[in-house]
T-cell receptor, first 107, second 118 residues
Framework: AQRVTQPEKLLSVFKGAPVELKCNYSYSGSPELFWYVQYSRQRLQLLLRHISRESIKGFTADLNKGETSFHLKKPFAQEEDSAMYYCALGTSDKLIFGTGTRLQVFP | GAVVSQHPSRVICKSGTSVKIECRSLDFQATTMFWYRQFPKKSLMLMATSNEGSKATYEQGVEKDKFLINHASLTLSTLTVTSAHPEDSSFYIC??????????????FGPGTRLTVT
């Protein structure tokens, strides 16, 4: 079955604290994993993808095929990081989204 | 670049009426557009894939006669919710494929349309 699981609905941290948003996937093929972010009152936008192995806004995510995970990490959270984060799995013809994790960063 | 717009941003309609939502790619041509539905506290659910000049491909469980999709041009796809009912109230989001290779990855999202059926 093709599935993306984000176990945490809400993650609250203080500014400057490390952040890890968990994502696990189930897919029989070769996975393409993405993180999308939706800031308050804004559209969904691509944050990063595993194939580019880049760091965007201080966020990184490493694909771990053994653990079927693609956790999103940031060493020092900022207030402007508060948003809804969706992990997504790209199959041959569509994106499958997780249920999302709301990140709240308190000052 | 790669801006996708949706119109209207918010619509309220009476039960039994139909409502049309437009999705436009403003600065690029999109051979493929996707329509999603976002439930409160739930995930984004792909409803259908819209290909310019051909019939849309609907996901399992999505009624094609209820959610009519038309992709008449490379910059416009429309979703018409026919005979709307309160349970159709939701947030509908479209995205457009920029890759031109029918890849599911290069997608840019519209701002969404909030539909409320009374």
């Amino acid at each position: 079955a093709q599935r993306v699981t984000q176990p945490e609905k809400l993650l609250s941290v203080f500014k400057g604290a490390p952040v890890e948003l968990k994502c696990n996937y189930s897919y029989s093929g070769s996975p393409e994993l993405f993180w999308y972010v939706q800031y308050s009152r804004q559209r969904l936008q691509l944050l990063l993808r595993h194939i580019s192995r880049e760091s965007i806004k201080g966020f990184t995510a490493d694909l771990n095929k053994g653990e079927t995970s693609f956790h999103l990490k940031k060493p020092f959270a900022q207030e402007e990081d508060s948003a809804m984060y969706y992990c997504a799995l790209g199959t041959s013809d569509k994106l499958i989204f997780g249920t999302g994790t709301r990140l709240q960063v308190f000052p | 670049g790669a801006v996708v717009s949706q119109h209207p941003s918010r619509v309220i309609c009476k039960s039994g009426t139909s409502v049309k939502i437009e999705c436009r790619s403003l600065d690029f041509q999109a051979t493929t557009m996707f329509w999603y539905r976002q439930f409160p506290k739930k995930s984004l659910m792909l409803m259908a894939t819209s290909n310019e000049g051909s019939k849309a491909t609907y996901e399992q469980g999505v009624e094609k006669d209820k959610f009519l999709i038309n992709h008449a041009s490379l910059t416009l796809s429309t979703l018409t919710v026919t005979s709307a009912h309160p349970e159709d109230s939701s947030f509908y989001i479209c995205s457009a494929d920029t890759s031109g290779l029918q890849s599911s990855y290069e997608q840019y999202f519209g701002p969404g349309t909030r539909l409320t059926v009374t």
